[in-house]
């Protein structure tokens, strides 16, 4: 495929190359990696001496929070606490990918940090065996902000052959999406699948399924590395939940749940039980289910309205969708399709464990 973006804005990956293989004489370069107050991710690079093989390893560093949208520019200190490493598919070798937890300067989770208190739920509830699953959709835009591969003037064809659409004029980019699959496999991401989305230029990634913290880590650092290969086409990434206003469909992030209890015989009574909870918070979990969300969940395009609560056996337009072998089944999981795709996963699973079994114990609080 031939990218017509200006030299530029894309990476010369062929010219780095002879460079990529020079030794790095017992030095490592270890990728710092957070999300910032616009729902996005940063990245900047330390050297340390020797590979590193345990997060506990790594030093705290810090950052300009006031640079992205994190703190004050009077007070604008903000620091960086490793929770996580990934192998680096970029730089190869012993260099890493450090995910990290915002923390401010008296020692209390930034305000975005959301995995904080995710992480405490996750762990008051360890004993539920909690799993998720989420399914990433997300388009690509040109550099004129239009879906890549669409018409400079006017519209594709309807909407019909392009979900898992094989074929010129079906499916869009397809070597981003080849190119960041294998860079999440070779860095530890467990990525689970992938597809071409309803929409022209819309793609989708499955990452889980995950036990617990572990799922919000995991699809952070997917987001990371899809934002980091496209560089190098010169491609935008967009996680809006509706890039194109129209007959066109919009993008989720379909969230699938389960707990030891539906795993085992009988766990559909208590996946049932479980939607007259979420139907008590439904305006709760929509808070946090992404911005912009209301033009997406319309009712039409596989959506439920966003103002009312629904479930069903294989509806994909209920708020809630028990899949059809579960249901037949008696036990498994259940599949939220209310958040949007820019949702953060650690407030989705998070505001999840709470619905489902309450907040965190004081005890936990306290520790």
Known sequence: MIYKAESTTISNTENLRKY???PQKGFTMAEYIWIDGHGGVRSKTKTIEGPCKDVKELS??????????????DNSDVYLRPVKIFPDPFRRGDNILVLCECWDHDGTPNKFNYRHDCARLMEANAKQEPWFGLEQEYTLLGLDGRPYGWP????????????????????YCRDIVEAHYKACLYANVKIAGINA??????????????EGINLG??????RFLLHRVAEEFGVIITFHPKPIPGDWNGAGLHTNVSTKDMRLDGGLKTIKSVMDKLEKRHVEHIKVYGEGNEARMTGAHETANIDKFNWGVADRGASVRIPRQCAAAGKGYFEDRRPASNADPYQITGMMMETMFG????????K
């Open 20 to 22: 990529l293989d020079l």
């Open 152 to 171: 400079k003037q006017g519209f594709p064809g309807p909407q019909g052959p392009y979900y898992c659409g094989v074929g010129t004029g079906k499916v």
């Open 217 to 222: 880590d995991e699809l952070w650092m997917a």
């Open 359 to 366: 907040g965190v114990p004081d005890e936990t609080m306290q």
């Open 197 to 210: 989305e309803v929409m022209p230029a819309q793609w989708e990634f499955q990452v889980g399924p995950c």
């Open 60 to 73: 705290e560093w810090n950052f300009d929070g006031s640079s992205t949208g994190q703190a004050p520019g």
